[in-house]
């Protein structure tokens, strides 16, 4: 029916008039309660998540506090606690970046061999589509999404390519905005850490046993008393031995002959079985 939408569109309008207005009600005596004063007529508004109607904002004086998960452009990790870049040029961002706009640049060192740092590392902001995939994929935890959204600048080049330099942050801050996954990426380094604490611990241990085993060793070494009576034993069973070896040689003197007899036995065998081959080839 003609002006159907109409009505429903402004249906929708009083929904949010009389939502907002309950909102404020509820409220009272301010909607700012909970908000963070930045001073200067600014601040940071805590909008809840059960939140009706809607709540406008003296933007830019006012802002909202983002969630946790909010994306906008990359930042890279300053490790303070170590002092250097947590990037190491691996260039796993920029392969598995979509809109590849991604440039890193590996270090060298004083004799031209690559080493584990970037050199230089941008980001064009203009082509970055925030999808996080470079955070996510990233070995080193190098590379995490900033909340920064207010980046307007009046020409694309080379305002919105960030360098190395415009894209570092401290570690602190990437803890300050990603409060719970940096706990959670902190944990789990801990426990790493701990793991191979024990299997070092582990290590040592069986190797000082070893160690002490191999000590112990020479304590079990036989007496001289003992060396000496297996000496005897030893020259015993070798006298022994030599004794039915000269037995054996005595024997072996008298074969001769009857190897000879065995042998012409044996030729005679071998003519007279080539005779009857012989024979019946010839029937
Ligand atoms: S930010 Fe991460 S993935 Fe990208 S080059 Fe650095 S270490 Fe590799
Ligand atoms: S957020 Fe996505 S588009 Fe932006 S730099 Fe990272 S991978 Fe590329």
């Given at each position: 029916?003609?002006?159907t939408g109409?009505?429903?569109?402004?249906?929708?309008?009083?929904?949010?008039?009389?939502?907002?207005?309950?909102?404020?009600?509820?409220?009272?005596?301010?909607?700012?309660?909970?908000?963070?004063?930045?001073?200067?007529?600014?601040?940071?508004?805590?909008?809840?998540?059960?939140?009706?109607?809607?709540?406008?904002?003296?933007?830019?004086?006012?802002?909202?506090?983002?969630?946790?998960?909010?994306?906008?452009?990359?930042?890279?990790?300053?490790?303070?606690?170590?002092?250097?870049?947590?990037?190491?040029?691996?260039?796993?961002?920029?392969?598995?970046?979509?809109?590849?706009?991604?440039?890193?640049?590996?270090?060298?060192?004083?004799?031209?061999?690559?080493?584990?740092?970037?050199?230089?590392?941008?980001?064009?902001?203009?082509?970055?589509?925030?999808?996080?995939?470079?955070?996510?994929?990233?070995?080193?935890?190098?590379?995490?999404?900033?909340?920064?959204?207010?980046?307007?600048?009046?020409?694309?080049?080379?305002?919105?390519?960030?360098?190395?330099?415009?894209?570092?942050?401290?570690?602190?801050?990437?803890?300050?905005?990603?409060?719970?996954?940096?706990?959670?990426?902190?944990?789990?380094?801990?426990?790493?850490?701990?793991?191979?604490?024990?299997?070092?611990?582990?290590?040592?241990?069986?190797?000082?046993?070893?160690k002490a085993?191999?000590?112990?060793?020479?304590?079990?070494?036989?007496?001289?008393?003992?060396?000496?009576?297996?000496?005897?034993?030893?020259?015993?069973?070798?006298?022994?031995?030599?004794?039915?070896?000269?037995?054996?040689?005595?024997?072996?003197?008298?074969?001769?002959?009857a190897k000879?007899?065995?042998?012409?036995?044996?030729?005679?065998?071998?003519?007279?079985?080539?005779?009857?081959?012989?024979?019946?080839?010839?029937?």
């Amino acid at each position: 029916m003609f002006g159907t939408g109409l009505l429903k569109g402004l249906g929708v309008t009083l929904k949010h008039l009389r939502d907002t207005y309950l909102d404020d009600r509820e409220r009272v005596p301010s909607r700012y309660e909970g908000s963070i004063d930045l001073g200067d007529g600014e601040r940071i508004i805590r909008q809840p998540i059960d939140q009706e109607g809607l709540l406008t904002i003296q933007y830019p004086e006012e802002k909202r506090l983002l969630p946790e998960r909010f994306r906008y452009i990359p930042m890279l990790i300053w490790d303070t606690e170590k002092g250097e870049d947590r990037c190491t040029a691996c260039g796993i961002c920029a392969k598995v970046c979509p809109p590849q706009c991604i440039w890193i640049v590996r270090d060298s060192d004083e004799n031209g061999k690559p080493i584990t740092r970037p050199a230089e590392f941008y980001i064009d902001a203009a082509v970055c589509m925030s999808c996080s995939f470079c955070a996510e994929f990233c070995p080193f935890d190098a590379i995490k999404m900033n909340h920064d959204f207010e980046l307007a600048v009046y020409d694309r080049y080379p305002q919105l390519v960030y360098d190395k330099e415009e894209l570092t942050v401290p570690i602190e801050y990437y803890a300050a905005l990603w409060p719970t996954q940096y706990a959670a990426e902190q944990e789990l380094i801990r426990q790493k850490e701990e793991e191979e604490r024990a299997k070092a611990e582990a290590k040592a241990k069986a190797e000082a046993e070893k160690k002490a085993q191999a000590a112990e060793r020479p304590k079990a070494q036989r007496s001289p008393e003992e060396l000496e009576a297996l000496k005897k034993k030893a020259a015993e069973r070798a006298a022994a031995r030599g004794k039915s070896a000269s037995d054996e040689g005595k024997g072996q003197d008298e074969d001769p002959e009857a190897k000879k007899a065995r042998l012409e036995e044996l030729k005679r065998k071998a003519a007279e079985r080539a005779r009857q081959r012989q024979q019946e080839s010839g029937e």
